[in-house]
């Protein structure tokens, strides 16, 4: 049928844009995928003299690459494991209850997100500091805490103000305890809202570099690994390596929220509200 | 007969606003009550005070005779029918009726069995894979009463059960609801705000008045001796009839409640005696429901009062009147029922 929306042709100058903005978005990273392959290794040339796998090898064999990417995980894993503990716990209590301050709370808690990641970097170094605290991972992922807290609150808070009080006064009513109503009926219903908060901070976490920078002590993260190498005129395609290898591991969390969004799509259809 | 329930002048405030103001109240073992008011008299507060979801601020709940003050609601051998269900979405139906017996770690044969019994019990048998979200209203609700059924509660609360299901699925469901208590043989505490559900179901009721208990009875007593002006008017109709007279006897002044259906509408002045009053007045307004006819008719300065006459057939003709025809109304003086002056608050 022809008055089908989905049949109707758009403009030939928008389709144009469209592809345009969608090139100018994703271009850059092909170039990446290129010169990861590329035997000059010192510049930046196009086309590439010549195309090689070594880069592959020599990045396979450095030990600051693997500390570096180590350490990132480690951070991004503590400081989402972290926020999913926190960012839950003070979602239940902003939507479940009524107090004094309420709202000023919920802002404090927004706030690290909305500030300049450089004023959240300053006023952590020289809290850090005043506390006597040396800078190490732990600094790092205290850093990143702040916000990836905000990613799983935001999230959870938006899936509890769904929730009826009444499905947890029928818990209790009858016969489940405090943690019983949390295991059966809570965690299953906040479980895709937490679960898409704590990628979302384990993303976020994975490429910082702002408080990153203000935070750490000598050890480098991913990131910041990548923008020292950057600087230095040494085996280029090393990082052009180590962008690819970000870029495999990104997809896979990707096709798996993908997957689960389709799965929760289809028992939509069979009714699930 | 023991009591189920006992509140003994139970109040309850959040901050300034005063839900309930001194209740006493006595629910008894295996009765159907009723909990009569309009919105925001405080019925669902009582319910929730029952169930343990809120502690009162002052005063005491008793559960068969012992204090409820520090039991949890999980620990309370009381279950809820919520007004929204409260079915969790994210299990079967099975699973739902099935929850409070998982929680108490009965063991999955069990549970299954005894789940199956709960939805044959209220005809819904072979649904139980479906979700929630699947059913219709009146199925959803019979699934909350199978679950809160499953624990064999020995009070079983329900807030406002049949408020979301049309007409004819609500009377169905009355007559359901009144013979599973009489099988079960347990207490049923039921909340609602219409008055017919409440004369029709209910073994006795309180009425809710402003965070306050006007009266407590049986559908006759309450319907027939109306104690306050609040509950002759809420529950069915009623004639107020204002004796101030200087020239009467003092016991014969004062407020009194007088049933429509016991006025007597006649197009011919009344003969008089010494037992019926009667005034005239101009028909205002006819409706015809039926059963019966309702009529309107104003009478000396400005008020008006009703009459019911019922639609008997050939046993009796119905006065056929006009709006603007004269007519006379007559009762019997023991029709009359004297109302407490309400206390000014």
């Known amino acids: ?273 | 007969m023991d009591s189920a329930v006992r509140f003994r002048n139970v109040c309850l405030r959040y901050g300034k606003v005063v839900a309930l103001d001194g209740i006493d109240l006595e629910i008894r073992s295996g009765e159907f009550f009723g909990i009569l008011g309009p919105s925001g008299s405080g019925k669902t507060s009582c319910l929730r005070l029952i169930a343990g979801f809120d502690r009162p601020s002052d005063g005491t709940i008793e559960l068969h005779g012992r204090s409820a003050a520090a039991v949890p609601p999980y620990d309370r051998d009381v279950n809820t029918v919520f007004q929204d269900y409260a079915l969790f979405p994210h299990m079967t139906i099975e699973q739902n009726v099935a929850f409070g017996l998982m929680v108490k770690g009965v063991n999955r044969r069990e549970r299954r069995s005894r789940a199956g019994e709960m939805l044959e019990m209220v005809r819904l048998e072979g649904l139980g894979e479906r979700r929630p979200s699947q059913l219709s209203g009146g199925q959803r609700q019979r699934v909350a009463l199978a679950r809160a059924l499953v624990n064999r509660p020995s009070v079983l609360l329900l807030d406002e059960p049949l408020g979301a299901l049309d007409l004819k699925l609500r009377q169905q469901m009355q007559v359901e609801l009144r013979s599973l208590q009489r099988t079960l043989g347990i207490t049923f505490i039921f909340v609602t705000h219409d008055q017919g559900e409440a004369l029709s179901m209910s073994d006795r009721l309180a009425v809710f008045n402003r965070g306050r208990v006007e009266q407590t009875g049986t559908p006759r007593e309450i319907y027939e001796q109306p104690s306050t002006r609040f509950s002759a008017e809420f529950v069915g109709d009623s004639n107020i009839v204002e004796r101030r007279d200087p020239d009467t006897r003092s016991q014969e002044q004062g407020v009194f409640s007088l049933r429509p259906e016991k006025v007597h509408l006649s197009t011919r002045e009344p003969v008089a005696d010494a037992h019926s009053i009667s005034v005239t007045g101009e028909v205002a307004d006819v409706q015809f429901h039926g059963a019966s006819v309702r009529y309107v008719v104003s009478v000396s300065d400005g008020r008006s009062m009703t009459a019911v006459a019922g639609n008997l057939g050939s046993r009796a003709e119905l006065p056929a009147v006009e709006p603007g025809a004269r007519v006379w109304l007559s009762w019997n003086s023991d029709d009359l029922h004297r109302l407490r002056e309400s206390e000014s608050r």
């Open chain 1, 1 to 273: 049928m022809r008055s089908d929306a989905s049949d109707r042709k758009a403009p030939r100058a928008l389709t144009a844009a469209a592809v345009a903005g969608l090139l100018f978005l994703h271009l850059p990273l092909a170039l990446i995928l290129l010169y990861a392959f590329s035997t000059e290794d010192a510049s930046y040339e196009f086309p590439p003299p010549g195309l090689t796998l070594r880069w592959f090898a020599v990045a396979w064999g450095r030990q600051d690459i693997w500390d570096a990417i180590g350490l990132s995980l480690r951070v991004a894993a503590s400081s989402t494991l972290i926020a999913m503990l926190l960012g839950s716990l003070a979602a239940a209590a902003m939507s479940r209850t009524r107090f004094f301050g309420r709202e000023a709370i919920s802002l404090l808690i927004i706030l690290p997100i909305a500030l300049p990641g450089i004023l959240t970097g300053i006023s952590l170094r020289s809290a850090f500091n005043l506390g006597g605290i040396p800078f190490s991972s732990w600094t790092i992922m205290l850093g990143h805490a702040t916000f990836c807290v905000v990613m799983v609150y935001n999230n959870v808070v938006a899936r509890f103000r769904r929730m009826p009080s009444s499905w947890i006064e029928a818990s209790m009513d009858l016969g489940a305890d405090g943690f019983q109503t949390f295991r059966h009926v809570v965690l299953p219903n906040i479980a895709t809202a937490l679960l898409v908060g704590g990628m979302l901070a384990f993303a976020l976490s994975f490429d910082e570099v702002i408080v990153t920078t203000f935070t750490a002590g000598q050890q480098s993260t991913l990131p910041i690994w990548m923008l020292t190498e950057l600087v230095r005129p040494r085996q280029r395609p090393v990082t052009n390596v180590v962008a690819v290898f970000v870029i495999v591991v990104t997809f896979a969390p990707l096709v798996v929220a993908q997957l689960l969004a389709r799965r929760a799509e289809g028992s939509n259809e069979g009714g699930i509200r």
